[in-house]
């Protein structure tokens, strides 16, 4: 659209600036729209599970089901599917708290007035990351021994020619296109969403406001219906990309785990 | 409003990554169709082939903006 059509001030494109909401201070220390969701989002989550696991009964309440319910998704979807019935136990816990974490922090994004998924900022996504990056080395080394663990990562039955080419190869996957994967597939997701959110609801606002005709100000009814059904659109895609963030931390601790590579 | 040839490269490279996830999908519901019950066993495959081809597009969304 441009200017000619939609006379007064021209219309700004929400960006990456939009991302950026000091709520007290400014500059590096300042406390941030996420920080809060995300501060929220652990209060949230501790007290809800800690009541639900405290009150468990033989026959489940609604609270229970649902309960119940995300934790055999991560249990018997995730966990068992990926690590194996009989080494699973120990990870358990760590799949289920970040599947808890990113799920509600996405889900924020789409309830009114919250409505910041925290992880549309990379910092949020990139401490996740390093608590899976560090886990899944950790397991491989303390199985097999630093050296055992660095020697395990050629896959056999490689050429030696192609032994150096390989290896460099596995090396750029496990220490720098795992992690970075993991980290920028969650923040682009949840940033590139919110974007969308953004066009359609602040295009529909200036529609309604600055349209030059009546014919445009009609037209914004088109834009508020697209917000409200990439809204919907997003929740599927938020529930998405934490069930693809459990999925890829339970690969990566089994990929550890395996004997062979 | 004005425009940046990098969204026009971004669009043109995420063509690659689309066709990536259709086919994954497509090989999914194929399987599914054919036998049923393996769906509990071909979903997290295809749902982890899905965020291996996804990474290629993420890769490029993050050039978007460099």
Known sequence: MSPHVLAGEAF???GTADFWQPLVGNGAWAITRPMVVVALSVVL???VMMRLARRMELVPGRAQFAGEGVYDLVRNAVAIDFIGAKKFRPYLPLLLTLFLMVLVNNL???IPFIQFPSF???GFAIALTLVVFVTYHAIGIRRKGLGGYFAGLMPPGV??????LVYALELL???ITRPLTLALRLFANMFAGHTVLLVFSLGAEYMLLHGANPLIRVASVGSFAMAIVMTFFEILIQFLQAYIFVLLTAYYIADALADEH | MEGSLNAVGYGLAAIGPAIAVGLIFAAYINGVARQPESRGMLQPIAILGFA???ALAILGFVLYFI
């Open chain 2, 52 to 54: 291996l081809a996804e």
């Open chain 1, 108 to 110: 924020a994004g789409a």
């Open chain 1, 12 to 14: 700004e494109a929400p």
């Open chain 1, 120 to 122: 549309s900022r990379i």
């Open chain 1, 159 to 164: 050429p030696a020619l192609l032994v150096p």
């Open chain 1, 173 to 175: 996957t496990y220490f």
């Open chain 1, 45 to 47: 989550i501790g007290v």
